[in-house]
């Protein structure tokens, strides 16, 4: 076969999705499969965001001696140990030094 005889072929190809009885058009619900997609990987991101956060935060409430003591002294009010005024006061002297 000649290289003319090549390239006339393909040209004459129509190419994918052509059939004997016209063009196969793609089904109408074809975008469902890119936005799936999308959202799948922003929900990893999402996720990845949250789980890196809530590490940091912890991390920074373990280093900061006065973050730890803020949050002790809510889960003992949280607890019903002590009550709202016992809360407040200590509350005050932690802020005051």
């Not at 290289?3 to 109408?28: F, K, V």
């Not at 936005?35 to 409430?61: D, E, K, N, Q, S």
């Amino acid at each position: 076969m000649t290289m003319m005889a090549t390239l006339t072929a393909l040209a004459a190809h129509p190419g994918p999705g052509w059939h004997d009885n016209g063009w196969n058009d793609a089904p109408a619900w074809w975008p469902v499969f890119p936005i799936t997609f999308g959202l799948f990987w922003a929900a990893v991101l999402a996720a990845a965001f949250y789980l890196i956060r809530r590490r940091m935060a912890a991390t920074a409430v373990q280093a900061d001696p006065l973050a730890r003591a803020h949050a002790t002294l809510a889960e003992r009010f949280a607890r019903g140990e002590i009550d709202e005024d016992e809360y407040f006061s200590r509350l005050s002297a932690l802020r005051n030094g």
